[in-house]
């Protein structure tokens, strides 16, 4: 039977194909049934996460005998014991011939026994009952792991449903087949849904309740433009989307055509639009689709992408490949941008879990307590700056004295490469993003002592509402068009335009055409956005003047609500170009 | 494969923990080099005594009676060696 989910769209496209579910640890039930020619398959697999189970044992039982002796090591006898309980495999195979995935079955199976223990009352079965939970566990965590793994082993194109994925797993998705995702969770700025964008992959998020509807072989059309997956779509709905399909191609076309057109106003103020990546093969892309620079390049990916620290020579490496593609046009590079939470190795475990990730250790604030990382990155990306307009950027700067102390960094590389006779550019611009509300407040400070300004509306947005933009609860409290952060994005344009530096904004709202016109009469003359928005935007920006850019800003900046602000500029954008909407 | 006997031997339980995991688990390495069947019941509850996990939910504590009851070649013999384990309250001593 035909269902229709809704999500928010983060990345636009249709994507038509079959599903392959992926789980996660906490989240237990995958998918309930198996299609008949499944069985055998799903059988296998089973039987391989239970050997897989018994080494694991047999391990922590070896371990455990070396350390504290035979009469613990029994424990795990025990255990090893109950994962090959003949009835037991034998009910869960039952069942999986019945149709149902192996996930489901284990859940089902052993809960049934943790439960009939936990009732027949005695502390010590009660106990008990934990450690099926625990055999549950693992064998869940192979059963679901194995599938992640298959995730990069693909061999057909497949759309991805997952109650989440990680930015890493986002970066290494297989663009030749995975052909659309969906997720449980996130937003519209989270990681993810950006990765998403600049891969160029249809993509809905945030649909709440998802993989427990759907199964393995189902057919399922992912609308990445209109944020809704649909499973088991009838005959009337794939025809209608398979027609939508060639029509958004040939709109995509058709923009794409822009790209040689100088982007500018109907009255010729020339705007720039830069582009946002994460790896340095977007760049030639980037450039095709009319980037005239990377306004924003995250390097962070360099350090999810490996799932190590990366060597001077891996920076370097990467940063040269993007110089290549644009050699007399700006660069930025943002230095590392992630929460300790996220970084891989030893990092992670250094910070307790528990901690509010947005508000902790993160971004600048990681660098600064880890100067060889930090160090690292900026050696590379001096010695990189040689062969173009490389330019630095710190993200996340809270305060003067974060900035000074960045810069102070920067100051002893310097020093290192000169004493060690190592060729590097000695003038690289200095920049910061600006994207904590204490930075855009202290704009007029900060603007005396760097050389750029890049507006992070992403974070400021969420450190200004207070609101998490993962967070499906309170996602509807996050709104660009708050006159809260129009007053700020006000005060930095104010404060760069006075001491006469550029400012640039670079969050997802500007990859939105809704807000264009706004920071256009604002006085923002360059851009840095998701590269497949530009031929989009660029059209916006040929239908307007500046005189009616401004008359826009100047109405916006009256409204007192983010829903009047977001409702008025939708309207204006309407006016302004009619065609753009058409793809309703 | 069958004598077509049915051996049956009432046990009671009589070590202080009752058939907790380690009981279980001796029982059931027992009952898992028999060919025939293996079945501990108490009252209602029939326990595949080859299966830790179905032992383990006869919840059987000191002083609980079962019935023991085995079929196939040697049945028996696993009668007799499954009562043994009950007498001496799975006293197998442990491990140096």
Redesign the interface.
């Known amino acids: 039977m035909m269902q229709i989910k809704r999500g928010i769209a983060v990345s636009p496209g249709v994507a038509i194909g079959q599903a392959m579910v992926l789980g996660t640890e906490n989240f237990r039930i995958p998918n309930r049934y198996v299609s008949e020619n499944g069985v055998e398959f799903e059988l296998s697999r089973f039987q391989s996460a239970l050997d897989a189970v018994c080494e694991e044992i047999a391990v922590n039982e070896k371990l455990v005998r070396g350390m504290l002796g035979?009469?613990y090591a029994?424990?795990f006898?025990?255990h090893l014991?109950?994962v090959k309980?003949?009835?037991?495999v034998e009910q869960i195979e039952t069942r999986v011939r019945q149709n149902q995935s192996p996930e489901f079955a284990v859940t089902q199976v052993l809960g049934q026994?943790a439960k009939?223990?936990q009732n027949?009352?005695?502390h010590?079965?009660a106990e008990?009952s934990d450690d099926i939970f625990d055999l549950e566990k693992r064998i869940l965590r192979h059963l679901l792991g194995e599938r992640r793994e298959e995730l990069s082993h693909l061999t057909a194109p497949v759309l991805v449903l997952a109650h989440n994925l990680s930015t890493s797993e986002t970066a290494k998705l297989n663009r030749e087949f995975v052909l659309g995702f969906a997720t449980e969770v996130g937003g519209h700025t989270s990681h993810t849904a950006i990765l998403a964008g600049a891969m160029e992959i249809p993509a809905v998020v945030g649909i709440g309740k998802l993989l427990a509807d759907v199964s393995g072989s189902d057919t399922v059309i992912i609308d990445g433009s209109h944020g809704i997956v649909i499973i088991n779509p009838d005959e009337d709905t794939l025809i209608k989307y398979r027609d939508s399909d060639e029509r958004y191609r040939s709109h995509t076309k058709r923009l794409i055509s822009l790209s040689t057109l100088p982007c500018e106003t109907k009255d010729g103020v020339a705007i720039e639009m830069l582009g946002n990546i994460e790896f340095p093969g977007e760049a030639e892309s980037c450039k095709e689709k009319g980037a005239v620079g990377i306004g924003l390049y995250r390097t962070e990916f360099l350090y999810l992408e490996s799932n190590r620290e990366p060597t001077e020579e891996d920076h370097y490496q990467a940063y040269c490949q993007v110089l290549k593609a644009f050699p007399n046009q700006p660069v930025v590079i943002r230095t590392l941008d992630l929460g300790a939470d996220k970084m891989p190795g030893n990092l992670r475990s250094i910070y307790a879990e528990d901690v509010n990730p947005a508000l902790s250790v993160r971004s600048i604030r990681l660098s600064l307590q880890h100067l060889q990382l930090f160090k690292t990155q900026l050696r590379a990306a001096l010695r990189a700056a040689e062969f173009g307009d490389l330019r630095i950027m710190f993200p996340l700067i809270s305060t003067l004295l974060e900035f000074r102390q960045a810069k102070m960094v920067l100051s002893d590389v310097v020093e290192d490469l000169e004493e060690q006779g190592i060729q590097f550019r000695r003038d690289v611009p200095l920049g910061m993003m600006v994207e904590v509300p204490s930075a855009a407040i202290m704009a007029e400070e900060f603007a005396q002592e760097v050389s750029f300004f890049s507006l992070g509306t992403n974070d400021l947005i969420q450190y200004t509402l207070a609101v998490d933009r993962a967070d499906q609860a309170v996602a509807n409290l996050y709104r660009s068009g708050d006159p809260s952060i129009l007053r700020l994005i006000r005060n930095v344009v104010n404060a760069a335009r006075k001491h006469n530096i550029p400012v640039s904004v670079c969050g997802q709202m500007s990859s939105d055409p809704v807000f264009l016109p706004l920071l256009i009469g604002m006085g923002i003359r360059q851009f840095s956005v998701t590269p497949h928005a530009i031929p989009e935007l660029k059209e916006v920006i040929r239908n307007l003047t500046i005189s009616r850019a401004e008359i826009i800003a100047a109405r916006a900046e009256t409204l007192e609500v983010a829903r009047d602000v977001e409702n008025y500029l939708g309207g204006e954008l309407k006016r302004l170009c009619p065609d753009l909407m058409q793809l309703d | 494969m069958s004598d077509g006997f049915i051996h049956r031997r009432t046990v009671t339980v009589n070590n202080d923990?009752?058939l907790?995991?380690?009981p279980c688990?001796l029982i059931?390495?027992l009952a898992?080099q028999h060919q025939g069947t293996v079945v501990l019941t108490r009252g209602e509850t029939r326990a595949?005594a080859?299966?830790?996990?179905?032992l383990?939910?006869l919840?059987a504590?000191r002083g609980t009676s079962l019935e023991l009851e085995a079929t196939g070649t040697d049945a028996s013999v696993v009668v007799e060696k499954v009562c043994e384990l009950f007498a001496n309250g799975f006293n197998s001593p442990?491990?140096?």
């Not at chain 1, 309980?85 to 037991?88: E, R, Y």
């Not at chain 2, 080859?50 to 179905?54: A, G, R």
């Open positions: 035979d009469q029994a424990i006898s025990a014991m109950l309980d003949p009835h037991l026994y009939k223990l027949l009352g005695g010590y079965l008990r | 923990q009752g907790h995991f380690r688990q059931a390495q898992q595949d080859k299966s830790l996990m179905d383990l939910t919840a504590e442990p491990p140096p």
